[in-house]
């Protein structure tokens, strides 16, 4: 149970990966088995459903030293997927439907495998499928197959996952001060200008034009806030070049507020 829960969900960008990658090989294996491949319909689609698909009926599982493969066949048998596959509809060639069926599930779980780099997976077994191909949490990822009138769900762990589609290598990790890790955080900067008071009658009666004039003085000092600090600093309003600036005349004092 350990190996099922030690893995975290797959962000949206491998997610997207896997899927691309998925649905080119059940692609290929469908055109490959499928007999109505060249006038057929053959779709991928991401599951986002957590949990499996129908807990009675028991996926085909595929393990390898790369993960573990599940096919979930919604209740049918092999034969009637070889059925499917080969166009038979009666009952004389069950033989044969039952070794397509069989054989073609085996060839997607080996193309599936190859493509992780593992030559010889474990053969198809119809069993439970264990947590970590069920469940997003545990890092499985999943999608469904509608290939004509026949769906499949394919489903793997994480480790089969990072096999398929490797996380992208990080760059240097080394803890840093904490200076060095926050001092490229944008801040805010203003300069407040003390107006003064004003009559509120005097304010009831402005319309657009008109001048206000408050009684500070234009060589006092403007305050400098910066997000989340408040005020930290004095200083004068200049101009350089076409830019406003305001020239710092040092540590804002409590006592100039």
Not at 26 to 52: L, M, Q, S, Y
Not at 75 to 103: K, P, S, W
């Amino acid at each position: 149970m350990t190996q099922d829960v030690r893995f975290g969900w797959l962000g949206e960008t491998r997610h997207s990966t896997l899927h691309t990658l998925l649905a080119g090989l059940v692609d290929d294996w469908a055109r490959g088995w499928w007999i109505g491949a060249a006038d057929g319909t053959i779709e991928v689609h991401a599951d986002d459903k957590d949990g499996a698909p129908d807990k009675r009926n028991k996926p085909w599982l595929s393990t390898s030293d790369a993960g573990t493969l599940a096919v979930y066949t919604g209740g049918r048998d092999v034969d009637a997927i070889g059925r499917f596959l080969v166009g038979v509809t009666t009952d004389a060639d069950i033989e044969l439907a039952q070794r397509v069926g069989e054989d073609a599930l085996h060839d997607l779980a080996v193309r599936i495998h190859r493509r992780a780099g593992v030559n010889k997976p474990a053969q198809l077994l119809k069993e439970n499928a264990p947590l970590s191909v069920e469940h997003a949490r545990l890092g499985a990822c999943r999608v469904t197959a509608t290939i004509g009138r026949l769906q499949l769900g394919l489903a793997i762990d994480r480790n089969l996952a990072d096999r398929l589609a490797p996380p992208a290598a990080t760059k240097d990790t080394r803890l840093v001060s904490r200076l060095a890790a926050i001092q490229k955080a944008p801040l805010t900067v203003q300069a407040v200008m003390d107006f003064g008071s004003i009559d509120l009658a005097h304010l009831s009666d402005l319309s657009v034009g008109e001048v206000l004039i408050g009684d500070r003085k234009l060589d006092e000092p403007l305050q400098v806030h910066v997000q989340g600090h408040g005020a930290v600093a004095a200083g004068y309003l200049r101009r350089s070049g076409e830019q406003r600036a305001v020239v710092l005349d040092g540590n804002h004092q409590e006592s100039q507020q």
